[in-house]
Each structure stands twice: as C-alpha cells, then as structure tokens.
C-alpha cells in the first residue's frame, strides 16, 4: 500500500491514495499507521477517494448542489488516529489539498473536496500556503471543560465538528494536556475538542488543544477557528483576521460575517509503502 506522510504546522497525516476506492480502511489498519513507535506515526490519516466512487460524498455532494454548482472530483475520508471517523480537519484539508496538485491529481487554483462536514473549497498556489473556506461557525451556547482542579467556561463552536473554546486565565503553556480533560457528556455525547487560549495582543491568541481520538496535537485547524471565534467574541467582534500560534506554527483565521476561512502551511514530508506484513 502506497502511502504520502504530510503535516499541517505539525498536525501531521498518513495520506493512502485509493484512486479506484477499494481500499478497507478498518479501525485496526489506521491506529496500526498512526502508532509512532511501531507505525509511520501521525494524528490521523486521510483517504484520498474520488467523489463519484464513494456513496457517502456523492449523497453530500448533492445535498450542497444548490449552494456550489458542479461536482467536487475527491473526497476526503478522514480518520482520528484511535480509527474513529471524523466529519472535518482543516489542516488536514489543506494537506490533502497540497498532496492532490503536487500528485498531478488537481490544477492550482481553487476546486472544492467533499468532506462528511460538506463541501469545502480550497486555494492554493503550487508552492506556498493553502486557504481553505471552513464554512460559517456555529455557535449554540457555552459550557465548561476541566483541566486538573481547575475550571474554565467556553465557547461552544460547531465547525461541522464539535468544539469547546477556553480563553484562561493562565498562560496555556503551563497546563497539563496528558491527560483528557473534563466535559459534559449531555453537551457533547459524542466528545469534543478542546481548544485552551491566551489573548497575547492585538487578533493574536495563543492555542493549544486536546482533539477527540487523538490526543493533544500540535495543531488543530477547525480548532483555530473556533479559537479565533472564541477571542472575537471576548472583544466585542465578528469580523477580521487572526492569528493563531500553536506548538506547530503559525495559522491565520478570517471571520468575515458570513463564512470563515484558515491559512497555513501544509508540508508532504515523506513516501513510501507499507510492507503487506505490516497490514496482516
């Protein structure tokens, strides 16, 4: 099995390219890849299918048909490193983005990918950073999340996946993430991600996050927006554009009243193939 290793600010990917989509991506199979002591390591990994071969991207496809005219070519299946399935990852896009014109697959320019969040579209150059339209976020109400003894209130944000923004009152470099922190099941049944963040100057936060089925990573996309989103609301804004600073980098977020969009890096490190004993 072929495979492209690639990383968004360090929130990093095993891409399988599944070009006639027949590829059996069970749970075992991804956690087996994403293992970083006996696999090739990363957050999760991306599937990269053609829409038309997959009956879940052609039934979402459809449904955003009246909003975006035509039909998207790749889907991107996304997978958390313990192998559960997940709607949406923005860094993970952009690097999809990145593997799809660097493999001759897409034209630079702007094309959208059908994620199980909808339809997304990216911009790209052939080299440089992606830009990815992340979609309006939602935001239906407030909870809390517990790290160690402490409480911190926040921003309930749906980027198509479910997350909770926490501006602290303590430098975030300081929290202890090795562990899962608290949260209310009644509000997130199905988990959550946790974004923790410091306002350090003007639009400019700094983040860290503990993402459903993968642990604290160096990064999160939809996790910057909702952070972004989190440290507009603090000042009284809807609009502009941030600047978000994880472990891995630096990413910009603009909220523009209507939709959102990310800007980052996106970085194809490695290829190779996956010995078939490995996959037994």
Known sequence: MRFVKGHGTENDFVILPDRDGSL??????????????????????????????????????????????GDPEWFMDYRNADGSVAQMCGNGLRVFARYL????LAEPGEFDVVTRAGVRRVR?????????????????????TTVG?????????????????????RPVTQLDLTAQP??????FPQGVNIELLNAV??????MRVFERGSGETRSCGTGAVAAAVAA????????????????G?????????????????????????????TLA
């Open 249 to 277: 980098g630096l990413l910009s977020v603009t909220l523009d009243g209507t939709t959102s969009y990310l800007t980052g890096p996106a970085v194809l490190v490695a290829s190779g193939d996956v010995p078939a004993i």
């Open 232 to 247: 507009a609301r603090l000042e009284g804004e809807t609009t502009g554009t941030w600047t978000v600073e994880v472990p």
């Open 182 to 187: 608290g949260f209310d099941p009644a509000v």
């Open 124 to 144: 790209l150059a052939r080299t440089g950073d992606v830009t990815v339209d992340m979609g309006p976020p939602h935001i239906p109400g407030e909870s809390w």
């Open 201 to 206: 100057g003007e639009r400019r936060v700094v």
């Open 101 to 104: 014109v660097d493999a001759g």
């Open 149 to 169: 003894n402490d409480e911190y209130a926040g921003l309930v944000v749906d980027m198509g996946n479910p997350h909770l923004a926490c501006v602290t009152g």
């Open 24 to 69: 059996d991506l069970p749970s075992s199979l991804v956690t087996a890849l994403c293992d970083r002591r006996a696999g090739i390591g990363a957050d999760g990994v991306l599937r990269v299918v053609p829409a038309k071969l997959s009956a879940e991207a052609v039934e979402i496809a459809g449904r955003a048909r009246e909003d975006r005219p």
